[in-house]
């Protein structure tokens, strides 16, 4: 039985699973040759995959397998009420192998996509996007309200996106005393140490100024 998920949220699904249900959109992933079809099925040792309520059945042919894989895919693909996205990696030398068979098949022309032309953005790349257009008072008003309603929902998922974590809106604060005194001793830790090299920056706020003070460790971010 498969649970029913809220709406908005991506459901991982097997073309098994899938049968009797729609989505507004589907994404067939990795469809490799190889992969898919998977003509070369493995058998149990004693056979039990071939009982049946007669007794033993006849093994199943590569026809059959193909004609049965061919069924899923083609049932995983009529899934999608709206949009539809079959991806598969051509990499006819390397490990992944070529594309399927069934890609082929649909007749389209595929759209190629180059990682490292066309490298994917971080989600902190899109965070800092995000934030850069909607404090631009260059920008429209309706672009900041549409970067101010994106972050508002990464907010509770992606450190970084909710504006109370925003060192550049908090009033500056100033200290008359130093941290550490002109002939006091700066003690570090061999953790420390290795901190300190890789940014001093970050050493200072975290370990100095305790600027994750208060911060669950899954959200801290490197200012």
């Known amino acids: 039985m498969t649970r029913r998920l809220q709406p908005d949220v991506v ?8 049968g009797g249900r729609e989505w507004q959109l ?13 003509v070369r099925r493995s058998r149990s040792l004693l056979g039990a995959d071939r009982l049946g309520p007669e007794g033993a059945t006849p093994p199943t042919t590569a026809g059959e397998v193909l004609a049965e894989e061919r069924r899923l895919f083609h049932l995983a693909c009529s899934r999608a009420r709206d949009e539809l996205v079959v991806s598969a990696v051509d990499e006819a ?3 992944a192998g070529p594309p399927s068979r069934f890609v082929r098949e649909l007749g389209l022309e595929p759209i190629s996509y180059d990682p490292v032309a066309e490298p994917v953005p971080s989600a902190a ?24 309603i994106a972050l508002a929902r ?15 809106v908090r009033e500056t604060t100033h200290r008359s005393a130093p941290l550490v005194g002109p002939d006091a001793p700066i003690v570090l830790s061999p953790s420390g140490v290795d901190a300190l ?5 970050q050493w200072f706020l975290e ?17």
């Open 154 to 168: 990464l907010a509770d998922d992606l450190p970084g996106a909710a504006p109370r974590t925003w060192w550049a």
């Open 11 to 18: 459901e991982v699904v097997t073309p098994h699973r899938c």
């Open 125 to 148: 790349s899109l965070i800092g996007e995000l934030r850069t257009v909607g404090t631009d008072p260059a920008a429209s008003p309706l672009l900041r309200e549409q970067a101010a």
């Open 197 to 201: 090299r890789r940014c001093p920056r």
């Open 26 to 38: 589907v994404v067939v992933a990795g469809v490799q040759e190889g992969r898919w079809p998977a």
């Open 207 to 223: 370990r100095r100024a305790g600027a994750t003070q208060g911060v669950p460790r899954r959200r801290r971010w490197a200012p």
């Open 93 to 95: 030398g390397g490990e």
